[in-house]
């Protein structure tokens, strides 16, 4: 029996090469590393052998060169985004949570998103919908595409249920009857007609948008585009210092990120005004 094998005797899914684990010190400082076999790094004010990782079990606790206890930890996907490879900004957890919940992704649903980035809700995305279900992702740019190739095959594993799409989505949607359709643009509303004839009847179509502005005119616009039920969100997330007796929320938090609309396609494009929204002079 090898060491790994020691180490990993009374554990069914000990962690192994090529992973990536988040290693945290005692201060809840998170540094993320992959176990590559016969490296050592440096952390703080000692080192680690990875061999000596590999094999433990999911949340052991070990000691660097230096005496300096840290817990070595799966991550999460909240606690992994935060430290994504990235270039371009991504969904949080906190927004990803809304989109998944109200956006109503479910298994088996085929969705479309765009832009794809660095692949953050790519791959909330993809565990949503399970292997039954198909994303198709449409960016714009070759680097970005890479990077969320990269970071999907690294941190989600084989995706064959997602079609990643180098593609402007200016020049139209090819997929129809689609359950979903999650938007991350700057001009969302610009792509309200052909959302339209690419979600089936009653589909949910969702917008991400960091200002105001883009909020309002994208409500506005999706009540006079064939989508109704429309509903704009935000969440607040304030996490909380439990220690002994020093029980308050925290003394930081992310004041904004960015606002969640969520619409439904009407049946008819050309639909009699609804409660709530704007006649049809409103129409461009
Ligand atoms: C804010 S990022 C998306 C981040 C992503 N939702 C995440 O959570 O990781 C927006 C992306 O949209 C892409 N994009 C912009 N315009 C586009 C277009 N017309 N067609 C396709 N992708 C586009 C950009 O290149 C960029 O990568």
């Avoid at 909240?78 to 919940?101: E, F, N, S, T, W």
């Avoid at 565990?127 to 890479?146: K, N, W």
């Avoid at 509903?231 to 020093?246: F, I, K, Q, T, Y």
Wanted: charged content about 25%.
């Amino acid at each position: 029996m090898s060491d790994a094998d020691d180490k990993h005797s009374d554990c069914d899914n000990p962690l192994r090469a090529g992973e990536d684990v988040l290693l945290v010190d005692r201060k809840d400082r998170e540094y993320l590393r992959t176990l590559t076999p016969g490296k050592t790094i440096h952390l703080r004010s000692g080192r680690f052998d990875m061999d000596d990782l590999i094999g433990l079990p999911d949340g052991s606790t070990i000691e660097n060169s230096g005496g300096e206890a840290f817990l070595v930890l799966r991550p999460t996907y909240a606690k992994l985004i935060p430290h994504l490879p990235r270039k371009a900004q991504v969904i949080y957890p906190k927004d990803v949570g809304l989109i998944l919940l109200w956006g109503d992704i479910f298994p088996g649903a085929r969705v479309l998103e765009v832009g794809t980035g660095p692949g953050a809700l790519t791959m909330a995305l993809l565990r949503m919908i399970g292997p039954s279900g198909h994303l198709y992702s449409y960016e714009l740019r070759q680097e970005f595409a890479e990077m969320a190739r990269g970071n999907v095959d690294r941190f989600f594993g084989p995706a064959p249920q997602w079609t990643l799409k180098l593609a402007d989505i200016r020049n139209g949607i090819e997929e129809r009857n689609l359950d979903r359709i999650v938007i991350d643009l700057p001009e969302p509303w610009r792509l309200l007609p052909e959302a339209w004839r690419a979600l089936k009847p009653g589909a949910v179509l969702v917008a991400y948008v960091p200002t105001v502005l883009q909020m309002k005119q994208f409500v506005d616009q999706a009540r006079v585009s064939g989508f109704t039920a429309v509903e704009a969100m935000e969440n607040l997330l304030r996490g909380w210092h439990v220690e002994g007796p020093s029980v308050r929320p925290d003394h930081r938090m992310v004041a904004h990120t960015g606002f969640v609309i969520t619409a439904r396609r009407l049946a008819e494009r050309e639909s009699s005004t609804l409660p709530g929204e704007a006649s049809d002079d409103d129409t461009d």
